[in-house]
Structure formats: structure tokens, C-alpha cells
């Protein structure tokens, strides 16, 4: 059976990728630092498909890299890594953030990103034709907007740093892909609010924001293309949303 590797598996897109994955026969190697969803979500998921539950925090190289290179044998096969942990914070303008929220984006969304794939390439490249990484971006990469800051930039990096990537593994069958979802109901903006509930259902209200659900669809749909296709790059919308025009100040 072939192996996904999903990271940020606790919540969102990630849980909602598991799910579909299990649906396909996939093994799993589910990552995240909530210990307790993990495990609630092996106990759902064990019945249909190996699952291994890996507590790991993507900003910690060291940790990263000993879980990858003490996978058990069953496990080492990886033929998906989706790279999905990652966070917004700090809604407010750049002049009003806290450097630590910048600091912990970067270190998540760019650091994080790269420390596993770094640590997973040689077992994806072992894998070879059918592998792929799958990179979450987002449409905040493209479409810039007040508060978006750091985190879109974030995102621009993961879009970039996917092509990049794709460059220097032609030859090795891996295929990369950056996913861009864009308005997704999810836990994203209970973390990005630090936790104001009315935000976010207000941010979600009277619109139909994609589900975890629609993103993993895709998920699944780009790891299991032909090996000979590779999806550079897929930017998802709900279709009620589109762009906003330039803002001009007026006196
Ligand atoms: N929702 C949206 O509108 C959009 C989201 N995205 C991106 O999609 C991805 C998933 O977000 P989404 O599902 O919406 O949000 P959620 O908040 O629901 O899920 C985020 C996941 O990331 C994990 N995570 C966060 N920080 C870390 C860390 N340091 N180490 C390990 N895991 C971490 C969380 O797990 P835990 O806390 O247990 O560690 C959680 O499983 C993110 O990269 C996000 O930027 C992109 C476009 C749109
Ligand atoms: O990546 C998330 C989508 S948005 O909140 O930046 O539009």
C-alpha cells in the first residue's frame, strides 16, 4: 500500500486528508504536536489502514530529522509528503504586530516546511516514480490584503521554493506540487485570532468558505495522478470569492 506523510494531520486540511487518504487504502504517518488528537485520530483511522502517530513540533530540526531517519521499516516507503502545518497570526497592520508572531510564522510555515522535507528526500527519492511532495500554500502567496504581511510572504516562499524544488528533482520521479487554497473554514482563524471565536465565525458567516474536505479531495486527487503528470501548481477558491481592487487613499 503506498504511505502518506501528513503534517499538521490534528486539524483541518491535514485530519480532513488523513480521512480521504484512509478512504484510498493509503498507509498514514500522521504528525502534529497534539499528542491527544493523534491519538483520537489512529483509534478512528487503525480499523481500515496502518497508521503510525508521530508527536513532533516541524520548527525542531533535530526532532524532525531523528523521527524521519527512526521510521520503522513498514513506514519508510513514503510515497506522498504533504507539507500542511503552517499558521497565520497577527490579523492587525504590520505596525501594530508582535515580532515573536512574524518570528513564529517564518519559523513554521518557511522553517518548518523545509526542515521536513529536507529530512524526508532521500526516502521520497528512494520511493521514486508515483512520489511527490505536496506543499500547502496558499492564495495569500499571489493576492496581497491589510494583515496579510508575513504570512502571505510565507506562502510566496513555499509557492517559489516548490518549483525550485522540482528543478532539481526532475530525473528522480519525485513531482512537486504547491496546493493554494484560498477562504477555507478550518481552526486557521482561532489561531490566527488567538482564539476570539466571534471572529471567526463572522470571517466564515453568511459565505461559503471551501471545507477541509474540498482541499483534501485535492490532496488526494495530486497524489494519485499517473506518475508521468505533475501538477505545478493549483490555486482553489470557494466561487464566492474572487479579488478585491486596489485600495487608493483619498484625502
Ligand atoms: N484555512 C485557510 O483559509 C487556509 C489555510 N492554508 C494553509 O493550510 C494549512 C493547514 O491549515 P488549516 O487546516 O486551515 O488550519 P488548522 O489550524 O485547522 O490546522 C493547522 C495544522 O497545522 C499544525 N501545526 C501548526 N503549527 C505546527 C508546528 N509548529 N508543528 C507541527 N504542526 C503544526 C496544527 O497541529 P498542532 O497544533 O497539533 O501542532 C494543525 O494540525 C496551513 O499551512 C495554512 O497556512 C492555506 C490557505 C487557506
Ligand atoms: O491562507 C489563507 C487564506 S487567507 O486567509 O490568507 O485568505
Redesign the pocket.
Known amino acids: 500500500m503506498p504511505i502518506a506523510m501528513i503534517?499538521?494531520?490534528?486539524?483541518?486540511?491535514?485530519?480532513a486528508a488523513a480521512r480521504r487518504f484512509a478512504d484510498a487504502g493509503w498507509s498514514l504517518i500522521l504528525?502534529?504536536?497534539?499528542q491527544e488528537?493523534l491519538d483520537a485520530l489512529k483509534h478512528e483511522l487503525a480499523e481500515r489502514v496502518e497508521v503510525l502517530t508521530l508527536t513532533?513540533?516541524?520548527?525542531d530540526a533535530e526532532a524532525v530529522k531523528h523521527a524521519v531517519e527512526t521510521l520503522p521499516e513498514a513506514f519508510r516507503g513514503v510515497t506522498c509528503l504533504v507539507n500542511?502545518?503552517?499558521?497565520?497570526l497577527a490579523p492587525q497592520p504590520s505596525q501594530r504586530v508582535d515580532l515573536a508572531d512574524w518570528h513564529t510564522m517564518i519559523d513554521?510555515?518557511v522553517t518548518?516546511l523545509v526542515n521536513v522535507t529536507h529530512a524526508m528526500l532521500p526516502l521520497l527519492i528512494a520511493t521514486g516514480a508515483g512520489a511527490s511532495i505536496i506543499n500547502?500554500?496558499?492564495?495569500?502567496a499571489k493576492w496581497p490584503y491589510a494583515g496579510g504581511h508575513v504570512y502571505g510572504a510565507t506562502?510566496a516562499f513555499v509557492e517559489q521554493f516548490s518549483y525550485n524544488l522540482r528543478c532539481d528533482l526532475q530525473g528522480t520521479g519525485v513531482r512537486v506540487t504547491d496546493i493554494?487554497?484560498?477562504?477555507?473554514?478550518?481552526?486557521?482563524t482561532?489561531?490566527r485570532t488567538k482564539g476570539d471565536e466571534s471572529a471567526s465565525e463572522a470571517l466564515y458567516q453568511d459565505t461559503t468558505p471551501?471545507q477541509?474536505e474540498d482541499v483534501a479531495e485535492q490532496i488526494v486527487h495530486v497524489a494519485t495522478l499517473p506518475a508521468h503528470i505533475n501538477i505545478n501548481f493549483l490555486e482553489i477558491m470557494p466561487t464566492r470569492q474572487s479579488w478585491s481592487p486596489t485600495h487608493v487613499e483619498r484625502d
Do not use: H, Y
Request: hydrophobic residues 40%.
Open positions: 503534517t499538521g494531520a490534528t486539524s483541518g486540511f491535514g485530519r504528525t502534529g504536536r497534539r488528537r513532533l513540533d516541524v520548527r500542511n502545518a503552517g499558521l497565520a513554521t510555515n518548518g500547502i500554500g496558499s492564495a495569500a506562502k493554494a487554497p484560498g477562504l477555507a473554514e478550518t481552526e486557521f482561532l489561531v471551501l477541509s
